[in-house]
């Protein structure tokens, strides 16, 4: 089974958006990496989901996007297709993960992930 692992939220200003989670709920927010500030909303006694916010781009301004972790990235995005969804960014590499982008069936925006 897939699990969801993450989340990103994606602002036209992440700068903003990182400073009010961080001063409203205490989430910690690290700097930037690729654009991309990782966030921990957890610790060892009251675990959370981990993401990140970063700038949303053209076709994703803003909005908050699950990641879902699948150990064949071709092929969760294979069935994906044949079930309906559409690929907004086809298989990213990264040094530790792929990356892909869909929008659901009914117009959720998702991400799958699968660690190296």
Known sequence: MSRVVLFEMNSQDPERAANFYSSVFGWKIAEPNWGYHP????????SGINGGISKGPSDFPHGIRIQIEVDNIDEALTKSVESG????RGKMEFDDFY??????????GIGLIQNK
């Open 39 to 46: 966030v921990t909303t957890g610790n060892d006694d009251k």
């Open 85 to 88: 969804a559409q690929v907004v």
């Open 99 to 108: 990356l892909a982008y869909l929008v659901d069936p009914v117009g959720n």
